[in-house]
């Protein structure tokens, strides 16, 4: 049985690149090959790594921070009041004070 599942596994890698073969359990288990013998682990192709890791204060922060800013340069660019070439500066002017916010919010919260 394992050296059927062997030969099964190198037959089907051949021309592929990107395929994996796994030998759990006993049953052969591969790219094309998927939920044999009776699907290996439930959710195939996609790992179980429990619940999505919790968003950390910093990186609430900088979500603000760009959110706060993307508005900023919506309004600056639907502003036809400006001329274009000021527009264009205006953009370029908050994009460069979001990055530095960014980099100062990191540097606050890995100083604190």
Same mark, same amino acid.
């Given at each position: 049985?394992?050296?059927?599942?062997?030969?099964?596994?190198?037959?089907? *890698?051949?021309g592929?690149y %990107?395929?994996?073969?796994v030998?759990?359990?006993?049953?052969?288990y591969?790219? &094309?090959y /998927?939920?044999? /013998?009776?699907?290996?682990?439930?959710?195939?192709?996609?790992?179980y790594y429990? &619940?999505?890791?919790?968003?950390?204060?910093?990186?609430l922060?900088?979500?603000?921070? +760009?959110?706060?800013? *993307?508005?900023?340069?919506w309004?600056v660019? %639907?502003?036809?009041?400006?001329?274009? +070439?000021?527009?264009?500066?205006?953009?370029? *002017?908050l994009?460069?004070?979001?990055? *530095?916010?960014?980099?100062?919010?990191?540097?606050? &919260? &890995?100083?604190?």
């Amino acid at each position: 049985m394992l050296s059927l599942t062997m030969a099964m596994g190198a037959s089907a *890698q051949h021309g592929y690149y %990107h395929s994996h073969v796994v030998v759990a359990g006993g049953g052969y288990y591969g790219p &094309y090959y /998927p939920y044999y /013998p009776y699907g290996i682990g439930f959710g195939y192709p996609y790992p179980y790594y429990g &619940y999505p890791a919790r968003p950390t204060k910093l990186d609430l922060k900088i979500e603000d921070i +760009k959110n706060d800013y *993307q508005e900023r340069i919506w309004a600056v660019r %639907h502003d036809k009041s400006l001329p274009g +070439k000021e527009r264009r500066h205006e953009v370029r *002017q908050l994009k460069h004070d979001r990055d *530095q916010a960014i980099i100062d919010a990191r540097r606050n &919260y &890995y100083r604190r």
